[in-house]
């Protein structure tokens, strides 16, 4: 009887030692994808005041550059796009670092920063690019609403890959309390997500097919 109960407390033993060094390899696995998030999002930052920056500078000079300022917002729309996918990796895989959130809110008021920033240049220069915006939420979710969003993304790249720069994507997560955002989705009475504004004028609610966006986004 005392082997067996001995046995018990061994096993117990080990199986909160075991806990233990699990849950210190986790905060120490988020900690880590939270310092590369930062690094990731203060160079996106540094690139954003850049490009912004340089087409104040052309503006001043009265010179022509919006052919200029349209490659260097093609350039970040790219590399900013290709980034967020791997901050959303990070955040679905945290599980003990909230700070993670604030990140996610720096990198969503830079991408919004940016389709502001597109929605100019197109107005100022004639460009007939599409701006689309994906607005989505990560937290609270059924396991539709998260194979939607799932799916929403991969139709959204297809879109990208097909029409290239003759669209601006710009995803924006809509469930991190940012004033901004949340005027946004009121003024175009968004209550269903995944939801797809086009060119500030159209809007999608819910899953959204490649057949419906490509009627609205014309880049064939």
């Known amino acids: 009887m005392a082997d067996k109960m001995n046995a018990y407390y061994k096993a117990g033993i080990l199986t909160i030692i075991v806990f233990l060094l699990g849950a210190v390899f986790g905060i120490w696995l988020d900690n880590y994808r939270l310092s590369s998030i930062r690094e990731t999002i203060s160079q996106i930052d540094v690139n954003w005041n850049d490009a912004r920056l340089l087409n104040v500078y052309f503006g001043m000079l009265g010179k022509n550059y ?104 710009i995803p924006l997560a809509a469930n991190l309390n940012l004033t901004i955002i949340d005027t946004i989705t009121k003024q175009f009475n968004i209550t269903t997500y995944p939801a797809i504004i086009v060119d500030e004028k159209t809007v999608f609610q819910g899953l959204t097919s490649l057949d419906s966006l490509e009627e609205v986004v014309h880049c064939s």
């Open 66 to 169: 919006c052919n200029l300022a349209l490659e260097e917002n093609l350039l970040y729309n790219d590399k900013i796009y290709k980034e967020g996918l791997e901050i959303e990796k990070a955040a679905e895989a945290n599980r003990f670092t909230p700070e993670l959130e604030q990140e996610e809110r720096r990198y969503t008021l830079l991408q919004t920063q940016f389709w502001f920033n597109s929605q100019e240049l197109k107005d100022k220069c004639n460009f007939t690019y599409n701006n689309v915006v994906h607005l989505y939420k990560q937290e609270d979710l059924t396991v539709g609403s998260d194979m939607d969003n799932k799916l929403q993304s991969s139709i959204l790249m297809d879109l990208k890959e097909k029409c290239g720069n003759k669209i601006m994507l």
